[in-house]
């Protein structure tokens, strides 16, 4: 059993959006085909994987760096005899072969990108959906059967009002999602707060059912000033107030604010996600962490960074992560997070779920076909089929 081939191209996953931080103009992504010499219904299992929104493709990386040391390295040191499978582990030591700790930037996203497509591989020739896999190896043996989900949106657009951003959030809530989510910190605060209030009206003035997320805009003084703001709504969280990285940030605005916070899309290891548990000032009975393992190298550091919650004392389901991909809907079956973002409109065909698998009071069920599940997403495997043959 070997993989014979990878192979990389780019995605546009362009919209004309913009967060606090970035507009998505010009957003692109990487897909991947990882091809094995395993047959499974007459065919070669070809495993795929692509990265989040957020960070551009990574083609660069990938082609210098990462494909390669999975192609040299002794097929047989990439094999899981216990499973007779391929092992994500060993694979993922083999692409980190001679990189140096921290610094995580754009490497993370390749890595990551890879290891989507060996977890699925991995999952066909198991031949299991990849969540029922997770839960029977490192879960509690029974995945979920439906997750919940949230819809992301509300973001800046050229023009948008409020009677618009009105209409995107009700389109959410007919769809059959219950928690909406709508960025803020790209205007002023009076001016934000405006938006906050017309979208608590489509939500029956219930903040228990509205986040919102700033991108990582604030600093200290401003991330606290929306911080009092926004307390009287009680919101179901209030998102990235300020740098991902400045965990003293985190922690002034966790202690003055009284509802929950959520934080995490931009740390990338295991290392960075344990720095904010340590310095962040995070609760875990009330915040909510969004690693995203299409951004931060993968399962398998995803592994590592479950496992370091729970030595710090958090719940898996304390864990909703960015991204809304089909990978981490996987990870929150089998492994019992507390649910998964989801794009309803945007980042097509990449962001979303299974055809034929409705949002229904809040939450979606995963398909019962072997691996992620992206062949039960036409429009996406329609993307990726050609470049696994
Ligand atoms: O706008 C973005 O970069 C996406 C994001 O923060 C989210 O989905 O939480
Ligand atoms: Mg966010």
């Known amino acids: 059993m070997k993989i014979i081939d990878i ?3 780019t995605a546009s996953i362009a919209s004309p959006i913009a967060n606090a931080y970035i507009d998505f103009s010009k957003m692109t992504c990487s897909v991947v085909a990882v091809v094995t010499d395993v047959i499974r219904d007459g065919r070669p299992v070809v495993g795929y994987g692509f990265n989040s929104n957020g960070r551009y493709a990574q083609g660069c990386l990938l082609r210098e760096r990462f494909i390669p040391r999975v192609l040299e390295a002794d097929p047989d040191s990439l094999i899981d005899p ?6 994500p582990h060993a694979i ?3 692409m980190m072969t001679n990189e140096k700790p921290g610094g995580h ?3 993370s996203v390749a890595v990551g990108v890879i290891d989507m497509a060996v977890w699925d591989a991995v999952a066909k020739i ?3 959906p990849l969540y029922r896999l997770l839960a029977e190896r490192y879960g509690t043996g029974a995945p979920d059967d439906r997750v919940w989900v949230y819809a992301a949106g509300g973001y800046y657009h050229p023009g948008k009002g409020l009677e618009p951003l009105k209409d995107e959030l009700k389109g959410y809530l007919d769809l059959g999602y219950h928690t909406v989510k709508m960025k803020i910190g790209a205007v002023p605060l009076a001016e934000d707060m405006k938006r906050v209030e017309a979208a608590l009206s489509v939500v029956d003035h219930d903040g228990s059912r509205l986040c919102v997320d700033a991108n990582g805009r604030f600093d200290t003084e401003t991330a606290l000033a929306y911080a009092d703001a926004l307390a009287p709504y009680g919101l179901h969280w209030y998102e990235e107030a300020g740098d991902p990285l400045d965990y ?11 509802h929950a916070m959520a934080t995490g899309e931009n740390l990338f290891s295991m290392q960075d996600a344990r720095n904010l548990i340590r310095h962040g000032g995070m609760n875990p009975d009330r915040d909510w962490l969004q690693f995203d393992c299409a951004l931060s190298y993968g399962l398998v550091e995803y592994l590592r960074t479950l496992e370091m919650l729970k030595e710090h004392g958090w719940s898996t389901r304390r864990v909703v992560p960015h991204g809304g991909h089909q990978l981490s809907l996987n990870i929150a079956a089998g492994l019992h997070l507390g649910g998964n973002e989801s794009y309803p409109h945007v980042f097509q065909p990449f962001g979303g779920f299974a055809d034929g698998t409705p949002v229904e009071d ?6 019962e076909v072997p691996g992620i599940g992206f062949e039960a997403k036409s429009a996406l495997y329609a993307v990726m089929k050609p470049l696994g043959e």
Do not use: F, I, K
């Open 7 to 9: 192979r990389e191209t």
């Open 362 to 367: 809040g939450y979606v069920g995963l398909p």
């Open 92 to 94: 993922w030591r083999a």
């Open 126 to 128: 198991a031949e299991q």
């Open 82 to 87: 216990a499973h007779d499978n391929l092992d």
């Open 248 to 258: 003293a940030l985190q922690a002034e605005v966790s202690a003055r604010y009284p």
């Open 105 to 107: 930037g754009e490497r």
